[in-house]
């Protein structure tokens, strides 16, 4: 430890530490643009100048290291004049438009003016001209007169989000921040950058001109929409969401924020939100109230369970729902006398239930400092994009990642082996692992695998595993979807345990071990998949669009056709084919709730805005149900009681919950063979803007490229011997259903694999998300 001397306080810092960081430790605040506790240091807006004794001349604070005995003045005369100089230089080309600058009020530059700035300027020769520049759906850059060149977007790009796609032109008065030719900015956590941005030169498109930040108020909130569980901080005005920024948490999101969590909000004000009860009569819809929706809605369950029995009825949640909702549920179901009721409308195996309640196996700051890490079945960067940019820091640091997937897509991060392999080759692929960590410590491998023969990338992450010190081994969305998850689960478990890795999963949802907790699990009744494959007469959905969110929308649509009653609990008009009752149930940001993370953090929140028009908590829904069907146990008065039932604690950050979650299963892997014949299957992606009903409404994220028609991706050698061209059409076979879509052709998809989305209308009539598919020139 080095101490130095800020300002007259003495204070201890890491030797290599910077001033600014030793100021930040004393809690001296020392002015400043491009420096950023998260990016690399620039030291190119020189507003840091301080006075240390015995140099010549001021020194940026975030680029001069400490040694001991160092004294600093932040604030001396010296200092000050330096740094009002700065504040000159940078003021003279800077547009005089405070008053219709979105930034007004939040604006570094303008707080800093006030401070350092002087009131008139000897600058009397024209500013500077930047041309805006159009860069997509997201980030506004009308303003880049504004610019005052700190590259904190640049450095954002290279460093956190893994891709450039700002960088800086010309030089002198010329430089300016641009894109590439042509290009639009398409990362998935692109929307940081205008948080980096210290003046109004980056601007939140959809936001722009649509209100000033003093007349928001600000609630914190919780993200629905991936497992990390984001913290927000909600920007409101009136009984509108505007704005949502993120609430630094250093344990979770950092201060960042993935675009879906940004900018989804736009779909809690879409013009698709249902407004008021409605039941069909006659084939047509009719707005009621909420007395006869729920007495209709009770009186059919009543009678449903009456001539056909309790097992008739089933219920499925999507998986963002709250810990209250589902508890609610799960409860109402069981009072009913069904245990039909499930919230992983996407999962095909369920081998495991019962056995354990996954979650990511350590803390996301632990899984932040792994080195040595092996992802299976994961669409890393669309499906956690946070989490992928934790482990792309501790990548390009020298943290070695392997994957075994079906795509080799990039994720922007160095990989030290890849195992690309048609769905169906995965356990045989894992199996090669399992044999090649055996060989490597020397003992045996499990019964059943003495004739299987490790290949070299099997042999290379087996090596990667027993090398490093902090293992991690962790299942994506996709090998949680698989048909066969619990054999992978096994063979990833046997890999873990012999590697002494943390093992887990990267879960699906926000509340996808809420879901666990909550119980909405079916004991010995049908699960999401078998609820459909087996049609029942009645069907109570929450949050969920089954023809979008399920693994085999084919069969749960043909299921809801045929049922006598369907009841729709969502904030939007959906389902009105097959629906009976749509009750207007409301959105994350319209309740009080609590989601729990991946890493079994139980995360609760308020509502940012009354509920919209007719629109009720879901909670309070199914609690007066429960009340008017005669079932015990509905007798709560906030959404707080009903935590408290579940997490078994009085705040949701004193439950400790990781004694109740376990990825540990007793279960030994079993030794397969390759396929021997190479049918064509399928793999299906989940679009990151496709993943839950709020972001299929967001009409910015609807708008990018992100958000496209799904493609057929074919290998080049299928295309071959389709003769189809890049862009032609194709029909996709799959079931009883078809879809033509425009072919993409991607080199590095194995031979036998067909690339198709799910959870997109045009590809909501086909099956399952992995299975035999048959594609022709359409």
Not at 78 to 98: R, S, Y
Not at 624 to 640: H, M
Not at 644 to 657: F, H, T, Y
Not at 706 to 722: T, V
Request: charged residues 20%; hydrophobic residues 40%.
């Amino acid at each position: 430890m080095v101490e130095i001397e800020i300002d007259g306080k003495k204070v201890e810092v890491p030797e290599g530490s910077m001033v600014m960081d030793a100021a930040n430790k004393a809690g001296t605040y020392i002015p400043h643009f491009c420096y950023h506790k998260k990016l690399s240091i620039a030291a190119n807006c020189r507003m840091c100048l301080v006075e240390v004794e015995k140099a010549p001349k001021p020194l940026p604070a975030c680029a001069t290291p400490v040694t001991p005995g160092m004294v600093v003045r932040s604030h001396s005369e010296k200092a000050v004049k330096a740094q009002q100089g700065v504040m000159e230089f940078l003021l003279i080309n800077h547009p005089l438009d405070c008053p219709i600058c979105d930034q007004g009020g939040e604006c570094q530059l303008q707080d800093l003016a006030v401070g350092y700035g002087s009131s008139s300027s000897r600058y009397e020769e024209e500013k500077r001209v930047v041309v805006p520049k159009e860069v997509g759906p997201l980030i506004s850059m009308k303003g880049m007169a504004r610019c005052i060149q700190c590259t904190r977007c640049v450095r954002f790009g290279q460093e956190v989000a893994g891709v450039m796609e700002f960088g800086m032109l010309n030089r002198g008065e010329h430089s300016e921040i641009t894109t590439f030719v042509g290009k639009t900015v398409d990362s998935e956590i692109s929307g940081n950058m205008i948080d980096l941005c210290p003046v109004g030169a980056l601007l939140s498109k959809p936001f722009l001109n649509t209100a000033r930040n003093w007349e928001l108020s600000r609630r914190k909130s919780v993200s629905p929409h991936d497992g990390l569980g984001s913290n927000l901080i909600v920007q409101v005005r009136g009984a509108k969401v505007m704005r949502v920024l993120p609430l630094e948490n250093e344990a979770v999101n950092e201060c960042w924020l993935s675009d879906k969590d940004r900018f989804s909000y736009e779909g809690l004000n879409s013009e698709d939100r249902l407004t008021v009860p409605m039941i069909k009569q006659g084939g047509k819809w009719q707005e009621t109230d909420w007395q006869t929706a729920l007495e209709y809605v009770a009186h059919g369950l009543r009678n449903i369970r009456h001539e056909h029995g309790a097992d008739a009825i089933a219920a499925l949640a999507a998986s963002y729902s709250t810990l209250e909702e589902l508890s609610l549920l799960q409860k109402l179901m069981r009072g009913l006398g069904s245990d039909n009721v499930d919230f992983r409308p996407r999962q095909s195996d369920f081998a495991l239930d019962g056995k354990i309640t996954p979650w990511l196996g350590m803390s996301i700051t632990e899984f932040g400092q792994l080195n040595r890490a092996f992802v299976i079945g994961s669409f890393l960067r669309k499906d956690h994009p946070l989490l992928a940019a934790r482990l792309r820091h501790v990548a390009k640091h020298g943290a070695k990642v392997s994957i075994l997937h079906g795509t080799d897509d990039d994720l922007l991060m160095p990989l030290a082996t890849r195992m690309i392999k048609a769905p169906s080759e995965w356990l045989s692929a894992l199996g090669e692992v399992v044999v090649a960590v055996a060989h490597a410590k020397g003992i045996a491998a499990p019964a059943g695998f003495e004739n299987t023969q490790p290949s070299q990338e099997a042999k290379r992450i087996a090596d990667d595993l027993l090398s490093g010190e902090r293992r991690g081994v962790v299942l994506g969305n996709a090998a949680a979807q698989h048909p066969q998850a619990s054999q992978l689960h096994a063979a990833a478990q046997w890999i873990a345990l012999h590697t002494d890795a943390k093992f887990g999963y990267l879960t699906e949802a926000a509340n996808t071990v809420g879901g666990y907790l909550a119980n909405a699990t079916p004991g010995k009744g049908a699960n999401a998949l078998q609820m459909f494959a087996q049609p029942r007469k009645a069907y109570v959905l929450l949050h969920a669009e089954p023809e979008l969110d399920c693994f085999d929308p084919q069969t749960a649509r043909a299921a809801l056709d045929k049922a006598e009653m369907v009841v729709v609990m969502s904030p939007y008009k959906n389902g009105l084919d097959y629906a009976d009752v749509l009750l207007p149930v409301s959105p994350f940001a319209e309740t009080s709730g609590t989601f729990v993370n991946c890493e079994g953090r139980a995360q609760s929140f308020n509502g940012s805005v009354k509920p919209y028009m007719e629109t009720r908590p879901a909670w309070k829904v199914l609690r007066v149900l429960g009340n008017l069907l005669g079932l015990s146990g509905f007798d709560y008065d906030s959404s707080e009681a009903i935590r408290n039932e579940v997490l078994g604690a009085s705040k949701a950050e004193e439950a400790d919950l990781q004694p109740r979650l376990n990825n540990v299963a007793d279960i030994q892997p079993k030794a397969v063979a390759k396929p021997a014949q190479q049918q064509l299957e399928r793999i299906a992606d989940v679009p990151i803007y496709f993943t839950d009903a709020i972001v299929r409404r967001a009409t910015s994220l609807q708008l990018t490229n992100d958000a496209q028609a799904p493609k057929a991706w074919l290998s080049s050698a299928l295309a071959e011997q389709l003769g189809i061209a890049e862009g032609g059409n194709v029909r996709v076979i799959q079931g009883q259903g078809s879809a033509v879509l425009a072919a993409a052709i991607d080199k590095r998809l194995p031979a036998n694999l067909v690339r198709v989305a799910a959870a997109h209308p045009s590809t909501a009539t086909l099956g399952a998300m992995f299975g035999s598919i048959r594609v022709e020139k359409a």
